[in-house]
């Protein structure tokens, strides 16, 4: 009898399954792909850019990407929900790096976002005992695991991370560079 997946299990099936479809010019599986994770992308993109229309074009650009890609995800070598929103982080980081972040910020187009943000913990307690990335992530000290899934989980810049944690900057941009190799050489 096989065990029932859990919803993040089933998630990560039907959006590997979905992404296989993609790469055969299948419509209805990008469709299938954005009804799960464009909510998700969006509030993503809003934090990042701080304006909707922006992010609107980004969750758009990032979505044609992840069609005009998607024979190239190799579910053997990540996650694919990980995989799309990497996407989606690029394009955002792009368009931050070619204007300058004055033009795109003005407090009176910051919209708030509701605060369902579960902290960094949570969401590492929520992967999978058995998941590789969690048991790369537990071995990383706290302060810098916490810097590192937010900055990929909420798209964080290093500057927001520094506000947020109450951390200099060079200190977070060096917990991120630590991070990354460490996981990078345990996921290895």
């Known amino acids: 009898m096989t065990p029932t997946p859990s919803p993040k299990q089933a998630e990560k099936i039907k959006l590997t399954a979905a992404l296989q ?4 010019r299948d419509q209805a599986a990008l469709r299938e ?6 909510p998700r992308m ?9 304006r909707r229309d922006l992010a609107e074009d980004v969750v758009h650009d990032a979505f044609l990407k992840i069609w ?4 190239s995800f190799d579910p053997e070598r ?17 368009l931050l790096r070619n204007e300058s972040r004055t033009d ?10 509701p605060a369902e943000e579960p902290d960094a913990e949570a969401l590492v307690v929520a992967l999978s005992e058995a998941s590789a990335l969690r ?14 899934v937010l900055a990929y989980t909420h798209g964080l810049s290093h500057g927001e991370l520094a506000g947020r944690l109450r951390v200099p900057l060079g200190t977070i941009k060096s917990w991120i560079r630590r991070s990354l190799v460490a996981l990078r050489e345990c996921m290895a």
């Open 21 to 24: 479809r993609c790469s055969r």
């Open 68 to 71: 005009e890609g998607a024979a």
């Open 78 to 94: 990540g996650d694919p929900s990980t995989w799309m929103f990497a996407i989606l982080r690029h394009r955002a980081l792009n």
């Open 42 to 50: 969006l509030g993503v993109a809003l934090r990042m850019l701080r």
């Open 104 to 113: 795109l910020v003005h407090d009176d187009q910051v919209e708030d976002q």
């Open 33 to 38: 792909i954005y009804d799960v994770l464009a």
């Open 135 to 148: 048991r790369c992530l537990d071995n990383i000290e706290p302060a810098r695991r916490q810097a590192i």
